[in-house]
């Protein structure tokens, strides 16, 4: 099994940028792509962003236009960049294997997760 760290996370001002990075040891980042997903006290996890093994990305609407999922396939990282952040976006963040945006399976244990806050 993998072990999922993200990091990256911190507390901004609405419409400031933070870069998250997902470090992944054990697997491959390519081996079911990988997803970024939030959640907050008492919500579900929601998936936000996802790449595929080939390369596609796909966005949940809430965030679609702002934030960017990317991979670094040498080093075994995977990146959201999040642009224009706003209150709602304050979640716990966090990655995981998954084969594509619609499928409802992820591969590996959830790591700690990172921490955005975005407030004025």
């Known amino acids: 099994q993998a072990q999922l760290v993200e990091s990256g996370g911190g507390s901004v001002q609405p419409g400031g940028s933070l870069l998250l990075s997902c470090v992944v040891s054990?697997?491959?980042?390519?081996?079911?792509?990988m997803g970024w997903f939030r959640q907050t006290p008492g919500k579900q996890r929601d998936l936000v962003a996802h790449?595929?093994?080939?390369?596609?990305?796909n966005y949940a609407d809430s965030v679609k236009g702002r934030f960017i999922i990317s991979r670094d396939d040498a080093n075994n990282i995977v990146y959201l960049q999040m642009n224009s952040l706003k209150p709602e976006d304050t979640a716990v963040y966090y990655c995981?294997?998954?084969?594509?945006?619609?499928?409802?399976?992820?591969?590996?244990?959830w790591g700690q997760g990172t921490q955005v806050t975005v407030s004025s």
């Open positions: 995981n294997g998954r084969r594509s945006f619609d499928s409802g399976s992820t591969y590996y244990k």
């Open positions: 054990g697997s491959s980042i390519l081996t079911y792509g």
């Open positions: 790449i595929s093994r080939d390369g596609i990305t």
